[in-house]
């Protein structure tokens, strides 16, 4: 991605854009490192700051030493089994131990109780004055208002305070918050743009969109079973638990003991080691190409970027143990550093965009508006605090609210920015025909460009096939789907029963296409 922006926009642009991709591999690395050394302490006991030091270990070796292929090759292994626990635990949710209607039921159930009836529930004598609904420990009894921190009683913005409805101000929230950050992965994440350029322009594109859809299972099917189960037993999982995600391990637990919790231990090595693997040589791509080679040894042979690319995940490794520590330290989990991924990354977000696809497109405007969208971002998100809360700490500015703020004023006021800019006061006329003399290889290594590869017309089919299909699976992932959830409200049981089915076959039609699709496309090499 850098590497087209210096091809494109320059030195400037380039060292911009280098900042706001080691910011997405950072945060999303510090993700996979909360919430795995979460998980570990709460399954295993082993204290959370060897666990946040020791976890990058298993990447560091097993990436250092295989390369991108590995990864490609492991990261097909891994979510083989990750999907199987994912539809193990489907199973067991919905029709081994439970059933739809079963659920239906607990989860009613669980929004029925009053405010004292939660309060006697989480506590130890089953008292008011012994509750720590509030509180979350044990340590401080009979606090009497505060933020529940058990999902206990009607939901507070949602329809009817019913968990079986989209018609969620706080979900609404998230959902959009989701959508920015998300954005900021794609287009600001260099492992998501070489796995594509490693790729055949046409089965890049296919890929993408099929592995977009089978991803979805994960979020969809997982959340439908392992997270509706949570609160519809009303295990005890605080609120900072379940922000740390912990909901998961304790479900599976609460299933079936030992076992649950070593499955769900197999599900995020495999999940940490593929993706952690993938950003890991993201970032030594980004070093020893756009840093050591750009500006230190532009003449680097590739064993030079090899050793330069091996040191670096090793210390980007070590770095991100440390940094996962300190994170923990300052009270800050997972689910906090998602809500913020979207105001670091997201105002560069259109610029990108604009580059790839906009011949007016400015190199000053996209500098200017990444910059300024993350600045106009950060002033949104702590005068947000501060109007909602009077005050500015790391809860206040983990709100929903405020992280939405932050959030959207990152994407709109960049791209905004960035279109005035382009438009009325630095309009170019780019030719991107001219694009493929700027890109430097290394020792002018063409292997593997096959005529397919650099065919321009095999390049525009693809484009055009992605562009139509991807605009129609947006619309009706964000658009049409929760709009068709709307007119339900509250879900009935047999509306719930069938949205249950639909994420059932969604989790198993995503394991089927996982598993076999690239044994079948690669059957010739195999």
Request: glycine share 10%.
């Amino acid at each position: 991605m850098c590497e087209i922006v210096r091809a494109r926009w320059g030195k400037a642009a380039h060292i911009t854009f280098l900042f706001f991709a080691f910011c997405a591999n950072i945060i999303v690395t510090s993700m996979l490192l909360l919430g795995g050394a979460a998980t570990v302490e709460a399954l295993t006991g082993i204290k959370y700051e060897l666990a946040a030091f020791l976890i990058p270990w298993g990447v560091i070796l097993y990436t250092s030493t295989g390369g991108l292929k590995a990864t490609f090759m492991a990261s097909y292994l891994h979510t083989m089994i990750i999907f199987a626990v994912v539809i193990t635990m489907i199973t067991l949710v919905y029709i081994k131990v439970y059933s739809s209607d079963q659920i239906y039921s607990f989860l009613a159930n669980t929004v029925s109780y009053s405010e004292e009836q939660c309060m006697a529930i989480y506590s130890t004598k089953g008292t008011v004055e012994t509750s720590f609904f509030y509180s979350g420990t044990k340590d401080t009894l009979g606090e009497t208002e505060g933020t529940p921190q058990y999902a206990c009683g009607p939901v507070p913005g949602n329809s009817q305070g019913s968990y079986l409805t989209m018609l969620s101000g706080d979900g609404l929230m998230f959902g959009i918050i989701n959508i920015v950050g998300n954005f900021g992965t794609v287009f600001v994440d260099q492992s998501y743009w070489q796995s594509a350029i490693a790729a055949r322009p046409a089965s890049a594109a296919k890929g993408y969109l099929l592995g977009g859809i089978c991803w979805f299972a994960i979020p969809f099917s997982l959340a439908t079973s392992l997270g509706l189960a949570s609160t519809a037993l009303m295990l005890p999982i605080t609120r900072s638990e379940a922000g740390s995600g912990l909901v998961p391990p304790a479900v599976a637990d609460n299933l079936l003991g030992q076992a649950g919790a070593v499955l769900i231990l197999i599900m995020l090595f495999m999940a940490i080691v593929s993706t952690g693997s993938a950003e890991s040589i993201a970032v030594s791509s980004l070093v020893a190409y756009d840093i050591y080679r750009e500006y230190i040894n532009p003449e680097a042979s590739g064993k030079q970027i090899l050793w330069v690319s091996r040191v670096v995940i090793v210390v980007f490794g070590v770095f991100m143990g440390l940094f996962a520590i300190a994170l923990d330290a300052m009270g800050l989990n997972l689910g906090w550093v998602y809500l913020f991924m979207g105001i670091v990354i997201g105002s560069a977000v259109i610029p990108l965009w604009n580059m790839m696809t906009w011949d007016k497109a400015s190199g000053k405007g996209a500098i200017i508006s990444a910059w300024g969208g993350f600045i106009l971002a950060l002033i949104a998100w702590f005068v947000g605090a501060a109007i909602e809360s009077g005050e500015v700490n790391v809860t206040t500015l983990g709100s929903n609210p405020v992280m939405l703020s932050g959030n959207l004023v990152a994407i709109l006021s960049s791209g905004l920015i960035h279109y005035v800019y382009s438009k009325f006061i630095d309009p170019q006329n780019y030719d991107f025909a001219t694009l493929d003399a700027n890109i430097h290889l290394v020792e002018q290594d063409l292997s593997g460009l096959t005529n397919d590869v650099i065919d321009k017309n095999e390049i525009r089919r693809a484009k055009r096939w992605i562009v139509r299909r991807g605009y129609i699976l947006t619309l009706v992932l964000i658009i049409v789907w929760p709009i068709l959830s709307i007119p339900a409200q509250i879900f009935t049981e047999a509306y719930f029963a069938f949205w249950v089915l639909v994420s059932i076959a969604w989790g198993f039609g995503a394991a089927v296409v996982i598993t076999f699709l690239p044994l079948f496309e690669s059957q010739d090499e195999i």
